[in-house]
Structures are given as C-alpha cells and as structure tokens.
C-alpha cells in the first residue's frame, strides 16, 4: 500500500486500538429527510467530537457541516435512484476530483449482489477502484442488501468476498447473529458494520460487541446513534465497546449516565 493510501486509512482506522467508529449520516441520498437527520446541521454538530469519520454526501458536507471541522469525510460517492425506485439501479455520482477537492480520506458506494443491477454495481465499484488507487485513496464497499435478500452468512460472506475481490479497502455489511465470524474469515479486507434499522439501544450496543468479538474492526454506524433517545450517548457508548473493549452492561452503563447528563 502506498503511503496514501495508509496515511488516509490510518485517520480512520485509529492506529492505537485497530478499530474505529464511523458515523454514518448519508440516509438522505435515497430516503430524503431521515428521523434524526431532518436537520443536519443540529443533529450532527454534537456527535462529531465522538466520532473517527464522518460518511456523508458532499451535499450535506458543503451545506451542513463546518469547513474548520477536523473530523475525517469518508464520501458517498453512488446513488440515482429515490426510495420509490428500483435500490440496485446506482451509478457513481461523485467524482474522485471532487472528492479530492473535498478533502476525503475515502470514498464509498453500494453494490447489490443478487439484486436486478448487481453486474452494474460491482463493475461501479471496479472503475472507482480503479480511480481511487490512481490517488491513493480507500474505497468502502457497502453491501447493500434488498428486501428480496436473506441476511445471513452465506449472503452477507459471497458480498463481502466479492467486495474485497473488486479491491474495495474496507467494506461495510451487515451483522447476522449466525456465523458472522465467517463473513469476516472470508473478507480479506477489514469489515465494519452499519446498524440497520433503529433497535433499543441495548440490543444494538450487544450487535456491536459481537461484531467486534467475530472480528470486526468497528461500526459505521447511522440510526442506531441519531435515532437514539441520547444520541451523544449512545455514540459514546458504542466507543467504549469499539475502543475500550467494554461490555456491553459497561457500555449501557455510560449510555444510561449520559442519558440523564444530557
Ligand atoms: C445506507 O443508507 C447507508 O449505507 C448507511 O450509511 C448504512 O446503512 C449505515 O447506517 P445504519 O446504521 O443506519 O444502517
């Protein structure tokens, strides 16, 4: 790896511990206005000091975040259709000129293995490769699943695989309670998981320790941490299983406290 490439993960990737905690705020690119996220600008300005990166489209980047900010921007580079569309039918949206203008550590987009673009997406995902590595900057693979999908092991394992094959850097994938430890044995490239949709707070901070515990090097993690009653909490919470190596009664411990703080 050039040294680039390694300085840029290693902003993201924290160097001490091996692991990280991205906060993922991207949702809008597909889904509009997200609970939690109908106003940026506020919802995020407290979480930022909590976390290693930021993933996000450059149109909130620009309008909602402060430019003075040090917290790394890992970009959502894909996107096209709506919520009311067809998920797979994505192509790359931003440029890696503009990302390199927008002073990303890395770039991100989906592909939808299984799904009716699938060829689109991954061969997506090849061509940013391509142009990243010309730039020494990490690609994020995430592995969008859709609803027709199971969400187990051996689905979850072919899409990382096939991420990694592709020469995505990292890649983000879901947790499924069987045999995660497999998805990540097969992956030879670090894994991080996103949180999916809104669970207690409890349950989630239990699926980040045994992500961890399977090998995982961290979360990137949305819904679970903005939809929360305490999201600083949360985020915060989620930092002492990802970092400290907490439990998750030590994790939910620091939540409840900062609840009531807050
Ligand atoms: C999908 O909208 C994005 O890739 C999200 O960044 C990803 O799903 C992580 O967010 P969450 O934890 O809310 O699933």
Redesign the pocket.
Known sequence: MDWGMKNRLSKVISPKTGKTVML?V??G???GPTTGLKTPKESLAPLLPFADSL?VTRGILRNCIDASTNIPIFL?VSGGPSVLGELSNEDITTSMKEALRLNAVGVGL?IFVGAKNEDRTISNLGRLVNEAEEYGIPVLA?T?VGKEMERDARYLGLACRIAAEMGAHMV?TYYCKEDFKKVVDGCPVPIVI????KIPERDALQMARNAIDDGAVGV?????IFQSESPVGMIQAVRAIVHENKSVDEAFKIFNELKTKN
Do not use: L, P, V
């Open positions: 993922a991207d949702h690119y597909f889904q993933f959502r989906s995430i969008a983000k996103a949180g999916g949709k990137d993690m949305g819904r679970n």
